[in-house]
């Protein structure tokens, strides 16, 4: 059995949004303005927003995604040599990442201070009455350093934010259609797996309400049996 300074260090991190993982939901925080016309067959393109990812594999597998998601709605991506009703223009990033500090208590002082703690393996040696580890007057008073303090466990981790923003313009008048944001924080800065989730939460509910922020958990994909 964990003890509880043991436990609480393994818990501590899964409580991280969008904590990034193949068995956790992914949380994202999504901002959507938007004036869309209703699906009736509209064609579209997508493009990065950042030209430099003009030609890219990746971005190319990002933008088949968003194309997905519209062809479901309603629209149709326009044929080669076809102009388009819609411009997509798409981006993303994530960044380098803000070390996060955090103490938490010592299983050993913290913890088994108390006559009987099953934590701690009943009456003996570390649930003995005043133990050399526990509770001693004039010692460590639990009550009087509580929380961080000399006998807490410190440790750091690092916490990264990404973002997806897609904008959707009339290709005619460069009219602004559609504006969205979707973020997100996990503990990597994988963008292959931060990305197609960033994209699901960004269109879960789409268009949405214009001016709303929402959070949108997105499930883990079922697992292969």
Known sequence: MLRAGRLLRLIAPLALMGLAGCAQNFAARVSRF????????????????????????EF??????????LTALGY????????PNLI?????DVDHGQQKVRTAPNARFNRCWGYYDPW???????GRPYSYYGYYPGFYDPFLFGPGGFNDDVESYTVYTSQLDMRIER???AERVF???????SLNDNLPYLVPNLIEAMFTGFPGNSGETVKITVPPPPQRK
Do not use: H
């Open 34 to 57: 938007q004036q869309m016309p209703a699906a009736q067959g509209q064609t579209f393109i997508v493009k990065a927003a950042d030209p430099a990812l003009d030609g890219s594999l």
């Open 171 to 173: 290709a005619d008048s």
């Open 76 to 83: 149709r991506p326009a044929a080669g040599g076809e102009a």
């Open 120 to 126: 701690c393996g009943g009456f003996g040696f570390w």
């Open 60 to 69: 190319a597998s990002y933008a088949q995604l968003v194309a997905g998601k």
């Open 179 to 185: 504006e969205g944001k979707a973020k997100a924080q």
């Open 88 to 92: 997509v223009k798409l981006g993303y």
